[in-house]
């Protein structure tokens, strides 16, 4: 079975702290994506890599930026978290189109 | 990018109900999968099913490319089958979701 997992559960931050969230897969999966899921708006591609090294924008990228320097991990980081961060992130990986997902992060910025 | 459209947004089923969940998305895709989202987060893989007909246990689910629609039927739905249901498409990696259908089963 793939096994996608997150750093945390649960994250309370503050207002301007860089924040890291690590993101690992155990299936030599080449993509790896970040999304946030709000309510009324629904799941949200930020970032996506398809390889080490590589990046590429999704449709929220402001705001984040994202390092894969080994092809398991995948890490979204908040260069100076604001309250308007506060959200469920949700990684996941894929070597086909079929993408699957961790657990997910409940991040909320004070 | 594509938009998605799932119906209904809700629904409350007597335990033991049969039911059908639609998705309508406005372009060609090649990757389609259907997700249930569980009470803690996590978005559990139920179908990767970008055309054809696919079952596994109760659950089962079509999707007609040509129509631009998909399909998940429950059947004989239990009380653990409660969650949000999210359909999401692409032409490629970027996944477009749905806004879900919540579904609830009562005892």
């Known amino acids: 079975d793939v096994k996608v997992t997150q750093s945390s559960r649960y994250l309370v931050k503050r207002t301007g702290e860089k924040v890291f969230l690590e993101c690992v897969q155990d299936?030599?999966?080449?993509?790896m994506f970040w999304y946030r899921q709000d309510p009324g708006l629904g799941l949200r591609l930020i970032y996506f890599?398809?390889?080490?090294?590589?990046?590429e924008k999704g449709d929220i990228p402001e705001g984040y930026s994202v390092s894969r320097e080994k092809k398991e991990r995948f890490s979204l980081i908040l260069e100076s978290a604001s309250t308007n961060q506060t959200s469920m992130y949700l990684c996941a990986s894929s070597i086909t189109l079929e993408q699957f997902f961790g657990p997910g992060t409940r991040l909320t910025v004070l | 990018g594509i938009q998605v459209e799932q119906s209904p947004p809700d629904l409350i089923l007597q335990e033991g109900a049969n039911s059908t969940l639609r998705c309508n998305f406005s372009d060609s895709v090649n990757n389609l999968q259907w997700f249930h989202q569980n009470p803690w987060g996590q978005l559990i893989n139920l179908f990767y099913i970008p055309s054809g007909t696919k079952q596994n246990g109760r659950l089962s689910a079509t999707t007609v490319a040509t129509e631009r629609y998909s399909l998940l039927y429950i059947s004989s739905s239990q009380t653990t089958d409660s969650g949000v249901y999210f359909c999401?498409?692409?032409?490629?990696?970027?996944?477009?979701f749905g806004a879900g259908t919540t579904v609830t089963v009562r005892a």
């Open positions: 999401a498409v692409a032409f490629d990696y970027k996944l477009s």
């Open positions: 890599s398809y390889d080490v090294k590589m990046k």
């Open positions: 299936m030599d999966h080449e993509n």
